[in-house]
């Protein structure tokens, strides 16, 4: 089992920055792909980014492609999103996932934190 857990999550103006994280306990953090999704009132939950187990593999969506960053520290167990030039569309709860494979559905994430509220609002 890996227990995921997001935080950073809040209010930012349109324009602005937040970074939120993920605290992985249970398993061997660097054995897993881990990947953000997010999932906004009213629709699907969407894939935004991805990053190998050594972190030196990544992919991003295309909504956050050059906003977005996703980082991770094996030592602290820790994985990072970092979002830039942040938009209204960008609202939504952001949850972080795990996974034995290199992909980007939902489908193919274990383990899935509780989330974490991104509101982007004037």
């Known amino acids: 089992q890996v227990q995921l857990v997001e935080s950073g999550g809040g209010l930012v103006q349109p324009g602005g920055s937040l970074r939120v994280s993920c605290v992985a306990s249970g398993r061997t953090f660097s054995n897993y792909v881990m990947g953000w999704f997010r999932q906004a009132p009213g629709k699907e939950r969407e894939f935004v980014a991805r990053i190998s187990g050594s972190g030196g593999r990544t992919s991003y969506a295309d909504s956050v492609k050059g906003r977005f960053t996703i980082s991770r520290d094996n030592n602290k167990n820790t994985m990072y999103l970092q979002m830039n030039s942040l938009k209204p569309e960008d609202t939504a709860v952001y949850c972080c996932?795990?996974?034995?494979?290199?992909?980007?559905?939902?489908?193919?994430?274990?383990?899935w934190g509780q989330g974490t509220q991104v509101t982007v609002s004037s």
């Open positions: 996932a795990a996974s034995r494979q290199w992909i980007d559905t939902e489908y193919g994430y274990n383990y």
